[in-house]
């Protein structure tokens, strides 16, 4: 009985050791098997690492050349990696060096073909990566306001004209008064965005301004109810400013790259201005409300001057979002109006100062 206890204690005990054994060995073998743990681990970073190469292959931010053919060449994305046509691209090397610039101007599931706009020496060949800049918009329309136009003329600071001798029997009154009226401008305007940072814009609005000077002088007398006299002179200086700034070429700095671009120009405008200098004196003799033959009216003085054409001035300005559907333009405009002459007395008058715009645009 002892014997058979003694046997069934090391029965158990192999049944136990042999489990365990078999447990950390190879079957056939004296090696340990890989470790699940660890094996499961390196799968889901290895999957992590997949994953995060598919999603850098699916941005268009980064491509690279697989073909050229002159100035056409394609890249390895296209519709699925969300490619626009207009697109622009900067071409590099190896190195990160600029060669060169493209655009896109067709689109496949999974590449592009684009165009060369600008090149340094160095080729541009299959093999260099290109990073997205931003997208070109080649039409655009929107509104814009303009500043006044502040004409140079001192007519405030000229003096008053003496009144003239008082008529014979007549009581009298005078004043005189300066004045000048200025209104902006606004309007609406289109623009084309070509390549390689040239815009047109065609501007459709108006800016006018004017100035004016009276010296009047009235003198009356009432002989009865049925018959008056009146002496009346009146002294009369004016100018008229008329710009319509209707053409403006322009070109940017940054554009596209950045959310703002410095752009320099030339606008070409319509202008007209008029400068007159009258002096008219009228002498009324009324019987029973009827004009007598009496009466009489002088033009002592007729000086007008008159000038129109076309006027280019020069730009500055700042264009805000330059690669969005929308865009802010602030910019300046210089203009020098020619000279308009006043015969009696030698004096010049024009316009020469800037007028600034502000407009908003809708591009696609």
């Known amino acids: 009985m002892k014997r058979n206890i003694i046997h069934l204690t090391f029965f158990v005990f192999l049944a136990f ?46 491509c690279q050349i697989t073909t050229t053919y002159g100035k056409e060449v394609e890249i390895d994305k296209g519709w699925l990696h969300k490619v626009n046509k207009h697109d622009i691209y900067a071409v590099k090397d190896i190195s990160n060096e600029v060669k060169g610039k493209l ?23 299959p093999g260099d990566f290109a990073t997205y800049l931003g997208r070109r918009k080649p039409f655009g329309y929107g509104l814009v306001l ?11 600071n000229e003096p008053v004209d003496p009144i003239l001798e008082s008529q014979p029997g007549l009581s009298r009154f005078g004043a005189s008064n300066y004045g000048m009226s200025s209104s902006g401008g606004g309007g609406y305007f289109l623009t084309f965005a070509f390549k390689n940072k040239w815009d047109l ?48 070429l322009k070109k940017n700095v940054f554009y596209p790259y950045g959310w703002f671009s410095p752009y320099v120009g030339i606008n070409a405008g319509y202008y007209f201005c008029e400068f007159s200098n009258n002096y008219t004196e009228n002498y009324d003799h009324y019987v ?44 300046a405009k210089y203009v020098y109006s020619p000279e308009l002459s006043d015969k009696t007395n030698g ?16 591009n696609f």
């Open 146 to 156: 303009f500043t006044p136009i502040d004409i140079n003329i001192g007519f405030e």
């Open 201 to 248: 814009q065609i501007l459709l609005g108006v800016i006018t301004s004017n100035k004016n000077k009276n010296a009047f002088h009235n003198e009356y007398v009432e002989i009865s109810n049925i018959e008056s006299k009146s002496y009346y002179y009146r002294k009369e200086k004016w100018y008229n400013a008329y710009y319509s700034p209707l053409v403006q």
């Open 103 to 125: 655009e896109v101007e067709g689109v496949g599931y999974d590449k592009s073909i684009g165009k060369i706009f600008y090149q340094k020496k160095d080729e541009i060949k």
């Open 288 to 331: 029973n409300n009827t004009l007598a033959s009496d009466s009489w009216k002088k033009s002592l003085q007729n000086n007008t001057d008159r000038v129109e054409g076309i006027l280019f001035a020069p730009v500055v300005g700042l264009e805000l979002f330059s690669s969005n559907a929308i865009h802010v333009l602030v910019d």
């Open 17 to 62: 050791f042999s489990k365990s054994y078999c447990q950390e060995l190879i079957p056939g073998t004296t090696q340990q098997p890989a470790i699940i743990e660890d094996s499961t681990k390196g799968s889901l970073e290895s999957k992590l690492e997949s994953m995060d190469r598919d999603k850098k292959n699916k941005s268009k931010k980064i």
């Open 347 to 362: 004096d010049k008058y024009s316009f020469r100062n800037f007028i600034f715009s502000g407009g908003l645009t809708y």
